[in-house]
């Protein structure tokens, strides 16, 4: 009996994984979903054991919402809502035997199942047609374990001096939505481009895929689109691109390889009540008719790429807390961040199922936040555990976002910096003014000399 409610109350207390509400809002990761992978990767415990399989996956879901968490403490929330009832505390080591014995298939599994983008009614997630997509990659520290060290290298820092070992991971983000439709991941020193190529595969008809600099080398672009997906992507103001004909909005057609593409240069000047500033953009784009993809709704398109880049900051700063990992070996860093990305991925089905609630609901208004402290309190209070109670955990978390829906995003004026340093020492440019302005936004285009 113990050992049934132990089971049962990781999975359905944990409720942004395992709703039990099926009308307008989704079942994202069930049990049947989780008993599914655990089959297929071979994974069932052979005997009753007091952390089997499928609690198992809950703890490494749930672990990744508490990120600051040891996973024995994990547990103790997993339980918190069963009171009266006597639950027996597995071991620390008992829990991570219970992890290496799952190992990361099923967690792979798991996000192969999960993602994609959010399936919405939204106008924002779509430009005349198409989905649009963004490809980008990040780093996240590892602890310094010797197993780590062994597969992981440490990024030299300005001064000559390592930090932690860190793995690169390289996503494929549905605009709008910031749903995962693909990742990968692995050692810090394999390339950026290298990843991007691995993720072709996960690339459609339909899609328009938005890129930066780093992204517009010839040959990756020629795999991108040999996938049917249309691309956009910035590159460098300088590069010699001669063009074999011309279009009427002053863009012109270039080869890039077998690849035709349409260069279409602009200077975007921003102004605001403390003055000006101009910047020169250079952008590819397999669209090549100005007709029907004109190259000023294009340039403004193209701003939706930091989506992507606000995805890893609610992944890195919002869920991990700018903490490093916990796994001590490789194996574990690759079945924890297949939990992450899961995790992620159930919040984000459920915030975009409650923005799709209410017609003309921009998917940007939910603030993941909000999202990810409900699914926290969810959890810990073991909510929809007792019988003939309707569980209705991805309602709870949806009710939240809608409640505290965020204001129409503010049009971005500066470059990325950083806000508060690591260090006690001022950071870079301590004098950067940090305030928020009213914007307006002018795009002229740019011709070249025949």
Not at 306 to 331: F, N
Request: hydrophobic share 45%; charged share 20%; with cysteine.
């Amino acid at each position: 009996m113990e050992q049934a409610a132990i089971t049962r109350t990781v999975g359905v207390a944990a409720g942004v994984f395992a709703p039990g509400h099926i009308g307008e809002l989704t079942r994202i990761v069930p049990f049947e979903m989780v008993d599914e992978v655990l089959a297929e990767a071979g994974a069932v415990q052979r005997r009753v054991r007091l952390v089997p399989a499928r609690v198992t996956v809950y703890l490494l879901l749930a672990g990744a919402l508490f990120a600051g968490l040891g996973y024995r403490q994990v547990f103790d929330r997993l339980c918190a809502g069963l009171a009266g009832l006597s639950v027996a505390r597995p071991s620390g080591s008992a829990l991570r035997q219970a992890r290496q014995r799952l190992g990361a298939a099923p967690m792979k599994a798991l996000f192969d199942l999960v993602r994609g983008p959010a399936a919405t009614t939204a106008t924002a997630t779509r430009w005349r047609g198409l989905l649009v997509v963004a490809v980008d990659g990040t780093l996240l520290p590892v602890p310094d374990a010797p197993a780590n060290l062994a597969v992981f290298a440490k990024q030299r820092c300005n001064n000559g001096a390592g930090g932690y070992p860190q793995i690169r991971l390289t996503a494929l983000v549905a605009c709008g939505t910031r749903s995962v439709i693909g990742a990968v991941f692995g050692p810090a020193t394999t390339g950026e481009l290298e990843y991007a190529r691995r993720l072709a595969g996960d690339l459609r008809a339909g899609m328009l895929l938005l890129g930066d600099r780093n992204f517009a080398a010839a040959d990756l672009l020629n795999r991108f689109a040999a996938t049917g997906a249309h691309l956009l992507v910035r590159c460098k103001s300088g590069r010699n691109l001669p063009p074999v004909a011309r279009c009427r909005d002053g863009s012109f057609l270039s080869r890039l390889g077998a690849l035709t593409v349409r260069v279409i240069d602009a200077e975007i000047t921003i102004t605001t009540s403390q003055g000006i500033r101009t910047g020169h953009y250079r952008l590819l784009t397999t669209l090549t008719d100005p007709m029907t993809h004109p190259a000023r709704e294009l340039i403004r398109l193209y701003h939706e790429r930091w989506e992507i880049e606000t995805a890893y900051a609610e992944l890195k700063s919002t869920v991990l807390g700018g903490r490093v990992l916990r796994a001590r070996t490789p194996a574990g860093v690759e079945q924890e961040v297949w939990a992450l990305l899961v995790a992620y991925q159930a919040l984000r089905t459920a915030m975009t199922d409650a923005t799709d609630s209410i017609a003309g609901t921009d998917p940007d208004r939910a603030g993941f936040t909000v999202a990810l402290s409900a699914a926290r309190d969810q959890l810990v209070l073991a909510a929809g555990i007792i019988a003939d109670t309707d569980i209705d955990l991805v309602g709870v978390i949806g009710r939240h976002v809608l409640a505290q829906l965020l204001p129409a995003r503010r049009v971005r004026t500066k470059d990325r910096i950083v806000k508060r340093a690591i260090s006690k020492y001022n950071a870079r440019g301590p004098a950067i003014d940090r305030a928020t302005y009213k914007a307006t936004i002018s795009i002229n285009m740019l011709t070249t000399d025949p």
